[in-house]
């Protein structure tokens, strides 16, 4: 009975063996598992930490645009009988240039996106609500000489000189108008703002060909990207005067890093600015007109007193 019990058991017993062996990989595939497993693996090479350096807030780079879009809705903008609407060209650029910055990763916000009129002291407000924003303004420029042309940039606190020095550095690089430089200003929206404030005028519309760029759309797209452009580099700017950018006939759209040199600039913050004569004149008018009341109230009064004195002289002659 045990011999039968081993003829039985002894050839289940061999093939389970030989089937759990074909299991197995091949030894030498095994062996070379055990070599990289017991391989000594490289030391991994220190990488250096990088020393952060300490930055004030003040000195960071604000992530938040507040683009002014001038004139709107009655207030066309320009001068009388101008053809062109300066107040559809500035939201068209400001429109545009929101566009641009937010492909960027900026925080945009507008003191308008369509034909309304905006007072200044909102705009202000506006810009004053965000305290690491910078402030861009937009317009085009007009005068009765139509010979008149080119690119203006204008700043008024010393916080603003980098930021004007930046744009009016690619915009005037990347028109192909006249460059009428950087000018210090104490225009009302520039001298109440706490933030950076620029103001740009991006050429004259009453001059005929740069109205005519001004209807191009590819030429105010071009604006738009230029004035990102220095936005994009304004931490960049050398803290020494340098020559102006050589106009780029490139149409990238990359915001390339480089070394922007400190604009010169023209102080003209002894000329008025004009919503404050406009103000000034009218309140002149009033005094001027209620002290003409006055004058002839006084007038009236003593020609009175003068005809009644000669009345009581000429009683006291008859008497």
Do not use: W
């Amino acid at each position: 009975m045990r011999k039968l019990f081993c003829h039985f058991i002894l050839p289940f017993a061999s093939l389970s063996i030989l089937s759990s062996a074909s299991a197995l990989p091949a030894p030498s595939s095994l062996s070379d598992r055990e070599h990289r497993v017991n391989a000594p693996r490289a030391t991994p090479t220190p990488v250096p930490q990088q020393r952060r350096v300490a930055v004030r807030e003040g000195d960071r780079p604000s992530t938040v645009v507040v683009i002014d879009a001038g004139h709107g809705g009655h207030d066309r903008g320009g001068i009388a009988g101008q053809r062109v609407s300066e107040a559809m060209m500035n939201l068209d650029v400001a429109l545009r240039l929101r566009s641009v910055l937010q492909s960027y990763g900026y925080h945009v916000v507008m003191t308008r996106d369509s034909d309304v009129f905006i007072p200044l002291g909102m705009r202000v407000a506006i810009g004053n609500s965000y305290r690491d924003a910078i402030f861009v303004c937009i317009h085009f420029n007009a005068t009765p000489r139509r010979s008149a042309s080119g690119i203006e940039t204008y700043f008024y606190s010393s916080q603003s000189l980098g930021l004007a020095s930046a744009i009016h550095y690619y915009v005037a690089g990347g028109a192909p108008s006249e460059n009428r430089g950087v000018r210090r200003r104490g225009f009302y929206v520039l001298r109440n703002t706490r933030i950076p404030s620029v103001l740009v005028e991006c050429g004259f519309l009453t001059n005929p060909t740069e109205a005519q760029y001004a209807q191009n759309s590819a030429y105010r797209q071009k604006l738009a990207l230029e004035i990102a452009h220095g936005i994009q580099n304004r931490s960049s700017v050398a803290r020494i005067a340098g020559a102006t950018r050589v106009v780029s006939s490139s149409s990238s759209t990359e915001l390339e890093p480089e070394t922007v040199p400190l604009q010169p600039f023209i102080d003209q913050t002894h000329y008025r600015d004009p919503d404050l004569v406009r103000s000034r004149h009218r309140r002149g008018s009033k005094s001027s007109s209620s002290s003409k009341r006055k004058k002839s109230s006084e007038s009236a009064s003593s020609s009175k007193s003068s005809s009644s004195s000669r009345k009581k002289k000429s009683a006291q002659t008859e008497d």
